[in-house]
């Protein structure tokens, strides 16, 4: 349940004075030639080892979101090169069993998307810039398997069930939380197993929605991977069946292609796969298969992200090392290297509008920044 949001996003600014708590900050330029790296320092009372996830707001906000389960959610707004903006207690707008799984902004309001990991069921609200009041909510009566920007409004990807059926549902709303569509996208089968037809990524172009959906058949036979392109209204542009070596951890677009980051591997008899190598796999916004290309430097690429020039892909590995791939559109690899901070673990990596990368991590005293420029690295 935790690839809920690909693409979902948190932040809360340092107006929200009123909910927010002290911390202190060193002020910090970014002039120095990539890579950097910045800790992030807040004096708060939170242990740093309970970062759930971290997250690109805009070109110049970062938030990190820690989950203690005595105190609930903490939100730790920076900008990009470490320096703390402020910190914010979830349960201020959400009960305590709920995680922080979306969020975007407009000039005056964030909307802020949570999932009550205990039921299952979300909630959005819109939060006022200026004062932090919450403006207006909407509740939703299904199980959230994800949250996503559309234009001008808000996506969410929920399941219903019976004992013989899984429904995937599409709830879109505008920024007045007026319900746009709210339909079921697909339905199973019932020789499908319902616990396993799951969204996994997703990515939205101006005009349609990609995601992979695995639907598991009854009796334990491996999943087969969909990848599905559906128009804004919910109807189904196309649909393609992705090779059954392939697992994706996460999907980018830009204006030209669809990028699917993962791993591909050998079926065993158990239907597993293993001897992972990391993988990029490229279609147009048509359905054409563009390009594969395969790594046997890592196991796996966790995150993706894309401009229109390029796209990157992260291992997120544990321990210390992440691996990351340029790659341009047609498939030629730009650099592949490796990265990151001695027993640190990976939470989020992100290609910036003015082309930086950054990679969002923890060890067990603090959370790091390590931020790259490509176009300088790319001179090398």
């Known amino acids: 349940m935790r690839r809920l949001i690909v693409n979902c996003m948190v932040v ?55 989950l203690d389960s005595e105190q609930g ?24 069993d709920s995680d922080i799984v979306y969020c975007t902004k407009t000039d005056d309001c964030y909307f802020l998307g949570a999932m009550n990991h205990e039921e299952g069921k979300g909630e959005i609200i819109a939060v006022s810039i200026r004062t932090g009041e919450v403006l207006r909510r909407f509740a939703l009566d299904f199980t959230v398997l994800e949250m996503t920007s559309i234009p001008d409004g808000i996506c969410v990807f929920g399941a219903t069930s019976t004992e013989n059926t899984a429904d995937l549902r599409m709830l879109q709303l505008n920024l007045d939380f007026d319900v746009l569509v709210d339909k ?6 019932r020789n499908v197993d319902p616990r396993y037809v799951l969204p996994s990524p997703s990515a939205v172009a101006e005009e349609h929605l990609f995601i992979q959906v695995d639907r598991q058949p009854l009796g334990g036979a491996r999943s087969t991977d969909y990848l599905y392109c559906f128009n804004l209204d919910g109807t189904i542009k196309w649909e393609i069946i992705l090779p059954n070596n392939l697992a994706i951890r996460s999907i980018s677009v830009n204006d030209k292609n669809i990028f699917l980051f993962g791993y591909t591997g050998d079926i065993n008899e158990r239907n597993i796969l293993e001897n992972h190598k990391a993988t990029v796999l490229c ?8 390009w594969q290309n395969v790594y046997s430097e ?24 992440t691996y990351l791939c340029v790659i341009d559109n047609h498939g030629t690899t730009q650099k592949l290297w490796a990265e990151g901070i001695e027993n640190s673990e990976d939470r989020g990596m992100f290609l910036t509008p003015d082309n930086h990368v950054l990679i969002l991590c923890q060890n067990d005293t603090s959370q790091f920044i390590i931020s790259y420029d490509l176009e300088e690295l790319l001179k090398e």
């Open 73 to 96: 959610g903490y939100l730790i707004q920076t900008d990009r090169i470490g320096n703390t903006r402020n910190i914010v207690w979830v349960k201020n707008y959400f009960s305590k």
């Open 184 to 189: 079921i996208i697909l339905s199973t089968e």
């Open 283 to 290: 279609y147009s916004h048509e359905g054409e298969q563009m």
């Open 298 to 321: 890592t196991a796996q690429f966790y995150y993706g992200a894309s401009n229109d020039n390029l796209c990157v892909g992260a291992s997120g590995i544990d321990g210390g090392t």
């Open 12 to 66: 809360l600014m340092c107006c929200f004075s009123m909910i927010s708590v002290a911390y202190g900050t060193e002020e910090r330029a970014d002039t120095a030639a990539s890579p950097q790296t910045y800790r992030i320092r807040p004096q708060a009372p939170y242990d740093p080892r309970l970062l759930i996830d971290a997250f690109l707001v805009s070109n110049d906000e970062v938030a990190f979101y820690i």
